[in-house]
Nanobody, 113 residues
Framework: QVQLVESGGGWVQAGGSLKLSCTTA????????MGWFRQASGKQRELVAR???????AYLYSVKGRFTISRDNANNILYLQMNSLKPEDTAVYYC???????WGQGTQVTVSS
C-alpha cells in the first residue's frame, strides 16, 4: 500500500523559511522521479519542484532560487527547503511520484505579508 505523509508546514511571515518532509512507503523510492506539488485555494494543483533518482532537479519559475528539493534514498524521504517565502506561496503542499498521484493529506503552508 502506497503511503505518502507530508509534514513541516505551518504559518510564517513573508521572508521566512520552512522545510517540508515527505515520508514514503510502498513505492520504489530509489528509482522514482519525485515531486512537490501545491494547491492554493480555488486553483489547480501545480508542480513546484521535481528530482530524479540521480538527483537532477527542476523548479517552477516562481520558486527558482528560493526552494530546494532533495531526497534521502536510504530512508525514502523527500524534502523541500523553502526560503524567502512570499504570500503567494500559501497553499497545501503535497509530495508524489511524477506525473502525479497517489496523494497524501498534504501539509498547509501559510505565508502572511
Amino acid at each position: 500500500q502506497v503511503q505518502l505523509v507530508e509534514s513541516g508546514g505551518g504559518w510564517v511571515q513573508a521572508g521566512g523559511s520552512l522545510k517540508l518532509s515527505c515520508t514514503t512507503a510502498g513505492i520504489n523510492f530509489r528509482t522514482a522521479v519525485m515531486g512537490w506539488f501545491r494547491q492554493a485555494s480555488g486553483k489547480q494543483r501545480e508542480l513546484v519542484a521535481r528530482i530524479t533518482n540521480g538527483g537532477s532537479t527542476a523548479y517552477l519559475y516562481s520558486v527558482k532560487g528560493r526552494f530546494t528539493i532533495s531526497r534521502d534514498n536510504a530512508n525514502n524521504i523527500l524534502y523541500l527547503q523553502m526560503n524567502s517565502l512570499k504570500p503567494e506561496d500559501t497553499a497545501v503542499y503535497y509530495c508524489s511520484t511524477l506525473p502525479g498521484g497517489p496523494w497524501g493529506q498534504g501539509t498547509q503552508v501559510t505565508v502572511s505579508s
